[in-house]
């Protein structure tokens, strides 16, 4: 927790020339954070042949806390305002990671690579302005997250003496989950998901690298609370060629 502080000026110009410039000079401040993030992981290594890696974790953000406090002065003569604006967010994310890597015979690999994180948190904010014990401007959100992402990517690679196939496919689907108190607990919901596959040939003469390959990914994004949204398929071609000196 340490002290904080800020000033600024911001100028309003109106279609009629007029203008008025905001001062804000600073009374007080503090800014606050707090995290731990315990984590266990366990490997395997059979040299040329199995790799396996597995991590759990639990990032968990007590406070992220910002506080300001000043005095705003303007240029057209009106009261000074006092002001505060407030910030907070803390969380909780509990992650799993898992890695394997098979070598098989005739110089052939297998790799998957799975990862899923959840998070629940709040994050807050509070900006007030006012001359008297009654805010002018009071401005206010609470927001409380249920964030889920899970994806997993397989990939199939063969190697000869001067050149490498590569092909795979990855799956991610993100859920989205906020509920907003300041407007009587109304849930927002959101869901993503997105397909890639791709395929690449290398192969090297002497000194030149040729890579050709191509990728192709669908994405769709969907408003669970309208039923709207939108699919796309983007394709991408890929060919690349290096000289090595």
Do not use: C
Not at 108 to 120: E, M, P
Not at 127 to 147: A, G, H, K, L, Q
Not at 150 to 155: F, G, M, Q
């Amino acid at each position: 927790r340490i002290d904080g502080y800020r000033e600024y000026s911001e100028t309003f110009t109106g279609p009629d020339g007029t203008s008025v410039t905001r001062t804000e000079t600073p009374l007080k401040g503090k800014l606050s954070n707090s995290m731990a993030n315990p984590w266990l992981n366990y490997s395997y290594i059979n040299p040329d042949k199995t790799v396996v890696w597995i991590s759990l974790s639990a990032f968990r953000e007590f406070n992220n806390l910002s506080d300001y406090r000043g005095i705003m002065s303007l240029s057209n003569g009106s009261s000074d305002l006092r002001l505060r604006d407030m910030k907070d967010n803390h969380g909780t994310t509990p992650r799993f990671n898992a890695y394997f890597e098979q070598h098989l015979p005739h110089r052939q690999t297998i790799v998957v690579d799975f990862n899923a994180s959840l998070y629940n948190g709040r994050s807050s904010h509070s900006y007030t302005e006012s001359v008297s014990d009654t805010p002018d401007t009071d401005v206010n959100t609470s927001i409380r997250d249920n964030n889920r992402t899970i994806s997993a990517e397989t990939d199939y690679i063969k190697h000869w003496d001067a050149s490498r196939f590569t092909a795979g496919a990855s799956y991610t689907a993100q859920r989205n989950r906020s509920t907003y108190a300041n407007l009587a607990d109304k849930v927002f919901r959101q869901h993503q998901d997105k397909i890639y596959f791709f395929g690449e040939y290398f192969h090297r003469i002497r000194r030149v690298s040729l890579t050709g390959g191509v990728g192709a990914q669908y994405t769709d994004i969907r408003s669970v609370n309208s039923g709207k949204g939108s699919s796309t398929w983007n394709i991408r071609p890929r060919v690349l060629s290096l000289i090595h000196i």
